[in-house]
C-alpha cells in the first residue's frame, strides 16, 4: 500500500527551505512528522499514554538522540551501539522540553514521550535548531492537549547582519549564538552566548527570531489542517472543590503573608510554611482527609503562592525583606584551597560555590565527538550539585541533565572572555556547597575568580545574575537575584551573564504568555545594574588576574618547529622525547598547527630547570652556523684526525674539527693542541666543497706564525694519466687455462 504524504514548506527567504512531512513514516505513534532542511532530516514521534499516571506531576520526557549512521560514521569506542546520550544531546532535550512544558494542560498527569532522531545529517545544516520545530509539529498531528504549536530557532550575527539558522562555519565568525523558542504571540525561551552585546541588541534579535518563528507555527497549522486534525482526547481533569479551596484561603492566606512579610532564612521559612500547612490539616476531620488530603495539599500550595505574589506586587517586599531590585549581601574569598591551580568562593545570601580551576596541555582537552559535530573544548566546565547543598539527603545518580545544563550555560558565560593564545586546557569545577537560588549564577562569578586566581589572564572579569518576574496580567514586579523560592513561585527565570560592557550569556523561561517586549527591557536594564554590583564585589577581591600562575602549578610554554624536524625530535618509536621527559620532570605534547603545518611543541612542567632543559634542546636542534661567525665550541671525543666538538650555545650539535684546522703548525697528534673538555674558538666556514661536510677551523682565528709558509700543492696535478694501465700489474687478458663451459641443460 503506497501511504499518502502530507506535506508543507517553509520559506526561510534566503533560497533555503524547511519541509514538515508526516503519513509515511512512524504511523503507529500518536503524532510523527519528519523534518527536513538540506540534507538533514528528524523524525519526531510523540507518544501519550491513554491511562492517567499515579505521580503528582507531569512524566513528559524529551528524548534528542543523533544517529551516527546519519553522518556515515560508527560510534567511536568498543561497542559500536549508541549508548547514553551525549552533553550536546542533552543540551538539546533540555532546550526542546522547557519550551513545551508549559503548554501541556497543569491537571495533565499522563506519561508522554517526545522522541526526535536524526537520521540524516547535513554538514550546513545544524540539527538542534529544528527539534523545537519538530517536537511541535509531532504534537499538533496527534490528539494529545496543548495550547499552541511553537517552534525554536537559532539566531547568529555576522558583519551586523542577523541569520536565521546559521551553519556551522558562519557560527563560527558570528559574534552571537542564540536560540529562541515562541509561540506565534509569546516568546517563552531565550539562551545563547554573546560577545559583549548590549540589552537593547538582545531585544533586537529576540524580535527577528520571533517573526520567523510565526512563520514556523502557521505552517504547523497548515499541516495538521490538511492532514485532518484529530479531536483532542478527553482526560479526567484535576479534582475540584470550591468549598474547600475557600476554607484553606480563609484559614492559611493570612498567616503565610505574615510569615512572608517577616523576612525569615529559607529553613525558618519553610519551618513556618509546615507548621501552617499542618493547621490547616489538622482543621479537617479524618473522614474529609482520607478523601481530600492530597486537593488540600494542593490548594494549601495555591495560596501560599497568591500570599507571597500578593506581598510583592502590592507592598513591593520579598520573601527574605529585599526590595525588587536588592541584591542578597556578598563575601568572596581566592585561594582557599592550597593545592589546587587556583580557587574562589562565593557565596551570596544562602547560595553558595567553590570553584577549582585545572590547567593542563591540549592533551586534556575534552573531546567532543558526535554525528553532527565533531572537534575540542581547551575551556570546560562542570558544575556539581549534591543533595546536601539543600538540606537533603538522596542517592547519587550521576551527572544529571540540570547539572550538564547550568554548567554549560556558566561556560558559554566564561568561555569568550579567556583570550585566543592562552596555551593551556583550562577546566573549572564548580561545588554547589548551598543553594537557596541562582547557583548558577554563583558559578559564574566563583570561575571568574578562580581564573584570575590561577593567572588567567581573562580580557575582562564576568558577573551573572538571575532575574524573576511576579504579574498578575496588570501588575508586573521585576526581582533582582531572585531565591530558589521566588523562581518556583515566579512567572520568569531570567539567567544574564556580562562584563562591565555587554552580555556574554543568557537564559531566560517564561511561564506566562504575551510577556510585552517593554518588560523584557526593563529586566534586561535592571539585571545590569545588578550585574555591575556584583562584579564590584568580584574585583574588590581580585582585581586583575594574578600575573603567573602558582609556584606549584605547571608552567607551560609553546615553540614551532620545522615540520620536517618533528619525526628526529620524537625519535624511534618515541625513544628521545620520552627520555627527555623521563630527565626533565616535564610533559611534552607535540600538535601540527592547521594552517602552516608547522609542529608546535607544548612543553608543561612544575620545575623552571626542567622546562629550560627542553627548550635548550629545542634550540640545539633549531641551530644553525652561520658561516664566518666564531662560536665557541667543547672538545666531546678525541679522534686520530681531529676532534669532535659541540657548540656551546647548542648543546648537541657536533662538528669534526679537522686535524689540519687545529693550529698553523704541523700537527701530528690532536692531543698535541687540545684535550678532551678544552672550550674555544673556532670559525665556522659552511659545507667543504671536497668533503660536502661541515668545516670550522681554529687556526684561522689564530695568528700566523712568522716566517709561516704555507706548504705547497702537490705536483702530481699535471703528469699525464697513463690510461692503458693494467689492474695492478696484473694482465688477466690472454688466460688459457679457463675451463670451457658446461652446455645448457634443456
Same mark, same amino acid.
Given at each position: ?28 505513534? *500518536? ?12 523524525? $519526531? ?81 545544524? !540539527? ?22 511553537? &517552534? ?64 514556523? $507555527? ?45 523576612? *525569615? ?10 507548621? #501552617? ?25 495555591? =495560596? ?29 574569598? @581566592? ?59 538522596? !542517592? ?38 548551598? &543553594? ?8 559564574? $562569578? ?16 564576568? &558577573? ?17 537575584? @531572585? ?6 513561585? +515566579? ?28 518588560? @523584557? ?54 625513544? *628521545? ?32 630547570? +626542567? @622546562? ?15 658561516? +664566518? ?29 679537522? =686535524? &689540519? ?8 697528534? =690532536? ?7 678544552? #672550550? ?26 712568522? +716566517? ?11 703528469? !699525464? ?26
Amino acid at each position: 500500500m503506497i501511504p499518502q504524504v502530507f506535506r508543507e514548506v517553509i520559506d526561510l527567504g534566503d533560497g533555503r527551505t524547511i519541509s514538515l512531512e508526516t503519513g509515511k513514516l512512524a504511523k503507529q505513534a *500518536h503524532g510523527s512528522v519528519v523534518v527536513q532542511m538540506g540534507n538533514a532530516m528528524l523524525l $519526531c514521534t510523540v507518544v501519550s499514554s491513554y491511562k492517567e499516571s499515579t505521580m503528582d506531576f507531569f512524566p513528559l520526557t524529551v528524548d534528542y538522540r543523533e544517529k551516527f549512521a546519519s553522518a556515515g560514521r560508527f560510534p567511536g569506542g568498543f561497542f559500536k551501539r549508541e549508548a547514553r546520550p551525549s552533553d550536546g544531546e542533552v543540551l538539546t532535550m533540555r532546550i526542546v522540553d522547557r519550551v513545551l512544558r508549559p503548554l501541556f494542560p497543569s491537571d495533565y498527569k499522563t506519561e508522554t514521550q517526545v522522541m526526535i532522531q536524526l537520521m540524516s545529517h547535513d554538514e550546513n545544516v545544524m !540539527p538542534d535548531a529544528l527539534a523545537g520545530l519538530a517536537a511541535s509539529a509531532a504534537i499538533q498531528l496527534s490528539d494529545i492537549p496543548f495550547e499552541c504549536p511553537i &517552534s525554536e530557532v537559532r539566531v547568529g550575527r555576522i558583519d551586523g547582519q542577523l541569520i536565521i539558522n546559521p551553519n556551522q562555519a558562519q557560527l563560527d565568525i558570528s559574534d552571537l549564538d542564540m536560540i529562541i523558542g515562541a509561540s506565534e504571540d509569546s516568546v517563552m525561551m531565550v539562551e545563547g552566548e554573546m560577545k559583549e552585546i548590549s540589552e537593547e541588541e538582545m531585544v533586537e534579535v529576540i524580535r527577528f527570531a520571533h517573526e520567523a518563528i510565526k512563520i514556523q $507555527c502557521r505552517a504547523q497549522v497548515k499541516l495538521a489542517e490538511a492532514f485532518g486534525k484529530k479531536e483532542i482526547r478527553t482526560y479526567e481533569p484535576a479534582k475540584k472543590d470550591e468549598a474547600i479551596a475557600e476554607k484553606v484561603k480563609e484559614l492559611a492566606y493570612d498567616k503565610i503573608y505574615l510569615i512572608a512579610k517577616e523576612a *525569615h532564612s529559607k529553613r525558618e521559612r519553610g519551618e513556618a510554611f509546615s507548621a #501552617v500547612k499542618d493547621e490547616v490539616l489538622a482543621a479537617f476531620t479524618e473522614e474529609e482527609l482520607a478523601e481530600n488530603a492530597g486537593l488540600i495539599k494542593t490548594y494549601f500550595y495555591k =495560596v501560599e503562592k497568591e500570599a507571597v505574589r500578593e506581598l510583592t506586587l502590592a507592598e513591593g517586599l520579598r520573601l527574605d525583606g529585599r526590595k525588587t531590585t536588592d541584591i542578597r549581601p556578598i563575601w568572596c574569598e @581566592i585561594d582557599y584551597l592550597p593545592s589546587v591551580h587556583g580557587s574562589s568562593i562565593f557565596t551570596r545570601g544562602e547560595t553558595q560555590a567553590l570553584a577549582t580551576v585545572t590547567l593542563g596541555t591540549s592533551r586534556e582537552a575534552n573531546q567532543i565527538d558526535m554525528p553532527s559535530f565533531q572537534g575540542e573544548e581547551k575551556f570546560y566546565l562542570h558544575y556539581n550539585f549534591p543533595p546536601f547543598s539543600t538540606g537533603e539527603a538522596h !542517592p547519587l545518580r550521576g551527572t544529571s541533565r540540570r547539572e550538564i545544563g547550568h554548567g554549560n550555560l556558566a561556560q558559554r558565560a566564561l568561555k569568550n572572555m579567556i583570550p585566543a593564545d592562552c596555551p593551556y586546557t583550562v577546566r573549572i569545577v564548580s561545588e554547589v556547597l548551598e &543553594s537557596n537560588g541562582s547557583s548558577s549564577m554563583a558559578t559564574v $562569578c566563583a570561575g571568574t575568580m578562580a581564573l584570575m586566581d590561577a593567572g588567567i589572564q581573562m580580557v575582562k572579569p564576568v &558577573s551573572g545574575i538571575a532575574m524573576g518576574l511576579i504579574s498578575d496580567g496588570t501588575r508586573f514586579a521585576v526581582l533582582s537575584d @531572585i531565591l530558589g523560592d521566588e523562581d518556583h513561585l +515566579g512567572d520568569m527565570d531570567f539567567k544574564v551573564t556580562g562584563t562591565k560592557d555587554g552580555i556574554t550569556a543568557c537564559q531566560m523561561d517564561m511561564k506566562i504568555k504575551g510577556m510585552p517586549y517593554d518588560v @523584557i527591557i526593563k529586566a534586561l536594564k535592571q539585571a545590569r545594574d545588578g550585574r555591575l554590583h556584583i562584579l564590584s564585589k568580584l574585583t574588590d577581591t581580585i582585581a586583575q588576574p594574578n600575573s603567573d600562575v602558582k609556584a606549584h602549578a605547571p608552567k607551560i610554554i609553546t615553540r614551532n618547529i620545522p615540520n620536517s624536524m618533528i619525526g628526529a625530535f620524537i625519535g624511534p618509536g618515541g625513544k *628521545h622525547i620520552q627520555e627527555l621527559q623521563k630527565e626533565t620532570g616535564t610533559t611534552i605534547v607535540i600538535n601540527e598547527d592547521p594552517t602552516s603545518g608547522e609542529g608546535v611543541i607544548e612543553i608543561l612542567g612544575t620545575r623552571p630547570e +626542567g @622546562i629550560e632543559a627542553v627548550l635548550a634542546r629545542l634550540e640545539s636542534m633549531l641551530f644553525k652556523p652561520q658561516v +664566518g661567525n666564531v662560536y665557541e665550541v667543547k672538545v666531546i671525543k678525541m679522534l686520530d684526525f681531529g676532534a669532535v666538538v659541540e657548540y656551546i650555545e647548542a648543546p648537541g650539535n657536533e662538528v669534526l674539527l679537522h =686535524v &689540519s684546522e687545529l693550529a698553523w703548525e704541523r700537527t701530528e697528534n =690532536v692531543s698535541d693542541v687540545v684535550n678532551m673538555g678544552d #672550550v674555544f674558538e673556532v670559525k665556522y666556514f659552511g659545507l667543504d666543497p671536497k668533503t660536502r661536510k661541515e668545516k670550522v677551523s681554529r687556526k684561522a682565528i689564530l695568528p700566523k706564525p712568522e +716566517g709561516y709558509v704555507a706548504r705547497p700543492p702537490r705536483e702530481n696535478n699535471d703528469r !699525464p694519466r697513463d690510461n692503458n694501465r693494467d689492474n695492478r700489474g696484473r694482465d688477466n687478458r690472454g688466460r688459457d687455462d679457463r675451463r670451457p663451459r658446461e652446455p645448457r641443460k634443456e
